[in-house]
C-alpha cells in the first residue's frame, strides 16, 4: 500500500510540470504525445533513477524507482472517469529502464530489457505488473538534448489498449 502512496505522490508531482511539456513540443520531426482520443497520456523522464523489481507476500511482482545511474521513462495511459461510477476509472503504465551513458538503443527481444506494463482498473485478476517480453524497443538521438522513443509491445497476460509508444524527450 505504501508504493501506491508513493506513486500518486510522484504521479501527482510530476504532472504539474508544464514547463517540461513545453520543451517536448520543441523537436519538430516527432508527434507530441501519442495517445488515443479516449484518454490523456504523459510521459515522464525520471533521472538517475532504476526500477527494483519486487514481490509482495502473495508472489505479485511490483516495481519500486530508486536512486541508481539510468534513466526510467514513465508512460501513462488515463481513460476518463465516469462520475456516476465509483471504479470506472482505467489506467496503463509503461516503464522503460535506459542506461543514463547511452540511451540510444534498438533491440526487437525485449526479454533482457527492464520494460514493464501496469493495468490499472476494477478488472478483477487483471490489475498490476506484468514485464513485456515481446515486441520492439528503438531509442535514438535527435540533436544534442532530444531523443525519440519507439516501443511496440504486446502483453499476453492480461488486455491492453496501449500497444505503441511513439514519443520525443528531453534530457538537460
Avoid at 488515463?78 to 542506461?99: H, P
Avoid at 527492464?114 to 515481446?134: E, H, L, M, P, S
Avoid at 492480461?158 to 534530457?171: E, G, M
Wanted: aromatic letters at 12%; charged letters at 25%.
Amino acid at each position: 500500500m505504501t508504493y501506491f502512496k508513493f506513486l500518486l505522490i510522484l504521479v501527482l508531482f510530476f504532472s504539474c510540470k508544464s514547463q517540461q511539456e513545453s520543451k517536448v513540443s520543441k523537436v519538430p520531426e516527432v508527434n507530441d504525445v501519442t495517445c488515443l482520443d479516449t484518454g490523456s497520456c504523459v510521459l515522464e523522464v525520471l533521472k538517475k533513477t532504476r526500477l527494483e523489481v519486487k514481490k509482495d507476500d502473495f508472489g505479485h511482482t511490483y516495481l519500486e524507482t530508486v536512486t541508481g545511474k539510468g534513466v526510467v521513462l514513465r508512460f501513462e495511459y488515463k481513460k476518463g472517469v465516469e462520475s456516476k461510477y465509483e471504479d470506472s476509472g482505467y489506467r496503463e503504465e509503461v516503464f522503460i529502464e535506459l542506461n543514463a551513458e547511452n540511451l540510444e538503443t534498438k533491440t526487437v527481444n525485449l526479454k533482457d530489457q527492464n520494460v514493464f506494463f501496469a493495468r490499472w482498473c476494477y478488472c478483477k485478476g487483471q490489475t498490476g505488473f506484468y514485464k513485456i517480453n515481446d515486441g520492439s524497443l528503438l531509442v535514438s538521438r535527435l540533436n544534442k538534448t532530444n531523443y525519440l522513443v519507439q516501443l511496440d509491445f504486446s502483453v499476453s497476460e492480461v488486455p491492453q489498449i496501449i500497444k505503441q509508444i511513439k514519443q520525443n524527450f528531453t534530457l538537460d
